[in-house]
C-alpha cells in the first residue's frame, strides 16, 4: 500500500488562482466614490434623456435611483468606517428617531423623504472623508468641463439642448407637474428657465437667448447653487491649482453663473471670495453665527422697509421667509404638522423647520458649523464658504438640499476634513 501523502499537491501554475493584489484593489476603490457622486449630480440629465428619448419613466424611478446613489455612498462610508465620521453617524440617528416619531405623529410616505432631504449632508461627508483627494482635481475638473459644455449648448442652441434633455416632459413625467405649473408654452425648459421680467445679469442678454441656462442639472436655480460650490472648492484650494486650472475654472464657473442670470450665486461668490481673504482674522466662532446672523437681519429688513414677501426677487423671497415664520404655530415648530408645507419650499428654513423641527434646524446648523476640525486653511476657508452658502440659501429656498448639488458641496468637505486629518499625521492623503 503506498504512503498517504502529508502535503498537499501542487497545482500546475495555469490551474492557481490569481487573487488581485491589495494595491489594485485599493486603486479600483478610490475611483468609486467618485463615481458615486457623478451619479448623483448628472443622474437627472440622464434619466431626462431616458425619458425623452427612449421610454417615458415614473416618479419612481427618480426615487429608487436616488435611493441607490445614497445607499452606495452609505455602503463605502460603513465598509471604510472611521472616528471622524462619529458627529455624521449621531446626525443620522437622530434623523431616523424623527422620521420614525413623525411617522407616527403626521404621515409615514412624507417623512421617509424628509428624512432622505437632510440625510444626503451626513452621508456624503462620510464618502469624502474615506476617500483620498489623490484624484479629486482630475474628477472635478472632468464633472465640471460636462456642466461646462452643456451650459453652452443650452446656451447657443437651446432647440438641440431640448431635443437631447425635453425638461418639460422630464418634470411632469417624474414630479406630478402640469402643463400648466409652466407658465411659458412656448419653451420645453423648466418654469424658471425664464423670468417674467427682464435678467439680473443684462450681459448675457448680448450673447445668447433670453432663457436661463440649466445644464444638466435642468433648473437654473441647481446651476446656480453648483456655481458657488465650485467657487468654494476654488478658494479653498487655491495654493493646490495650477494658474491654468484656477483660470479654466474662474472663467468657466463666471460665464455659468451669468448663464443662469443666478442672483444669489453672484453675491454668494463674492461673499466667499471675501472671507477665503480674510479668514485668518475671522474668530473661529463666525461661522456659527452665519445663519442666526442672516434670520435677524431678514427680521430687521422686513420690520424696517415693511416689504411683502412673494415675489420672486431676492427681498421677496426673504420678505417670504419672515411672514412664514410669523404664522408658525407650535406644531409647525415641533415638526409635526404639513398644514404649510406647501408655502415652506420657497424658504429653506422654514422647510426644515416644518419637516425636522425647531431643533431638527438647531441640529443641522451645529453640524454644518462643528464638522469642521480647522486644521488647515482649506479646511477653514471651506467651512466659511459652506455655512455662508447654506444661511443664504435657507433664506430663499430649500434646493440646497437636494442630492444634484448637496452631493458635491458635502462629499469636497469631507475630503477636505480628511486630507487636514492626513497632513497633521492620521492617515495618508
Not at 9 to 31: I, K, Q
Request: proline letters at 5%.
Amino acid at each position: 500500500m503506498p504512503p498517504v501523502p502529508t502535503h498537499a499537491v501542487a497545482l500546475p501554475s495555469f490551474l492557481r488562482p490569481v487573487p488581485a493584489p491589495a494595491a489594485a484593489r485599493g486603486a479600483v476603490l478610490e475611483h468609486v466614490p467618485f463615481g458615486i457622486l457623478a451619479g448623483g449630480m448628472l443622474f437627472n440629465a440622464a434619466l431626462a434623456y431616458v425619458n425623452g428619448n427612449v421610454t417615458g419613466l415614473s416618479p419612481g424611478i427618480v426615487i429608487g435611483a436616488e435611493i441607490v446613489l445614497i445607499g452606495a455612498a452609505l455602503l463605502v462610508a460603513v465598509a471604510h468606517y472611521r472616528p471622524s465620521m462619529t458627529l455624521s453617524v449621531a446626525l443620522i440617528a437622530w434623523l431616523f428617531v424623527f422620521m420614525t416619531l413623525r411617522a407616527v405623529a403626521v404621515d409615514p410616505a412624507t417623512s421617509v423623504k424628509y428624512f432622505r432631504d437632510i440625510l444626503i449632508a451626513p452621508v456624503f461627508m462620510m464618502l469624502g472623508l474615506c476617500t483620498r483627494t489623490r484624484y479629486l482635481n482630475r474628477y472635478l475638473l472632468a464633472i465640471h468641463s460636462v456642466v461646462f459644455v452643456f451650459g453652452v449648448i443650452e446656451a447657443f442652441n437651446v432647440e438641440a439642448y431640448s431635443a437631447l434633455f425635453r425638461v418639460k416632459d422630464y418634470f411632469i413625467a417624474t414630479r406630478g407637474l402640469t402643463e400648466e405649473n409652466f407658465w411659458n408654452t412656448d419653451s420645453d425648459l423648466f418654469v424658471s428657465a425664464t423670468r417674467p421680467d427682464a435678467r439680473f445679469l443684462s450681459i448675457a442678454d448680448q450673447i445668447m437667448d433670453a432663457h436661463r441656462v440649466s445644464s444638466v442639472f435642468l433648473e437654473p436655480v441647481s446651476l446656480g447653487a453648483y456655481c458657488v460650490i465650485i467657487a468654494a472648492y476654488i478658494f479653498s484650494r487655491w495654493e493646490r491649482l495650477s494658474p491654468s486650472c484656477r483660470t479654466y475654472l474662474l472663467a468657466t464657473n463666471f460665464f455659468l453663473m451669468v448663464a443662469c442670470d443666478g442672483r444669489l450665486a453672484l453675491v454668494s461668490f463674492f461673499a466667499i471670495l471675501l472671507v477665503s481673504v480674510v479668514w485668518r482674522f475671522l474668530p473661529r466662532v463666525v461661522p456659527l453665527l452665519y445663519l442666526p446672523g442672516a434670520l435677524v437681519a431678514s427680521f430687521l429688513f422686513v420690520g424696517v422697509t415693511g416689504i411683502a414677501g412673494g415675489s420672486d426677487d431676492f427681498p421677496g423671497r426673504v420678505a417670504w421667509t419672515v411672514d412664514l415664520l410669523h404664522v408658525y404655530d407650535v406644531p409647525e415648530f415641533l415638526g409635526l404638522s404639513d398644514k404649510l408645507i406647501y408655502k415652506a419650499v420657497d424658504s429653506g428654513v422654514s422647510y426644515i423647520i416644518t419637516t425636522q423641527s425647531l431643533l431638527g434646524l438647531a441640529l443641522f446648523w451645529l453640524y454644518c458649523t462643528f464638522s469642521t476640525a480647522y486644521r488647515t486653511r482649506a479646511q477653514i476657508r471651506y467651512a466659511h464658504a459652506l455655512c455662508l452658502y447654506v444661511a443664504f440659501n435657507s433664506l430663499v429656498s430649500y434646493g440646497f438640499l437636494s442630492i444634484k448639488t448637496a452631493s458635491l458641496l458635502w462629499m469636497l468637505k469631507g475630503m477636505l476634513e480628511s486630507e487636514g486629518e492626513a497632513e497633521s499625521g492620521g492617515m495618508r492623503p
